[in-house]
Nanobody, 119 residues
Framework: QVQLVESGGGLVQPGGSLRLSCAAS????????MGWYRQAPGKQRELVAT???????DYADLVKGRFTISRDFAKNTVYLQMDNLKPEDTAVYFC?????????????WGQGTQVTVSF
């Protein structure tokens, strides 16, 4: 069974930092594109950042210069370093991965981790 397990969310004051982690486990041959999305109450899920299997990154305009996505290929893990957090960054953050399994390709989502930015 393939799982994406996220960690690192929590409550932080404006201007603070958090680091999210997402580890893919199971019978995985490799993780291709990996990324982070977020969904605030009453809003649609939106892209935050992605990183390809070649290490190329892409960011939503709202987080450029503040968030950094990275990955550990050996551990099939993706990270999101979030600095200078703002109240509008409050959302549930979801990990997404395009995985290559023995049985074929699979796109998988994590369960989500809450990030709250508030005094």
């Amino acid at each position: 069974q393939v799982q994406l397990v996220e960690s690192g969310g929590g409550l932080v004051q404006p201007g603070g930092s958090l680091r999210l982690s997402c580890a893919a486990s199971g019978r995985i041959l490799s993780a291709r594109n990996m990324g982070w999305y977020r969904q605030a109450p009453g809003k649609q899920r939106e892209l935050v950042a992605t990183v390809t299997s070649a290490g190329s990154t892409d960011y939503a305009d709202l987080v450029k210069g503040r968030f950094t996505i990275s990955r550990d290929f050996a551990k099939n893990t993706v990270y999101l370093q979030m600095d200078n957090l703002k109240p509008e960054d409050t959302a549930v953050y979801f990990c997404n991965a395009d995985l290559l399994l023995v049985s074929g390709r699979m796109n998988s989502w994590g369960q989500g981790t809450q990030v709250t930015v508030s005094f």
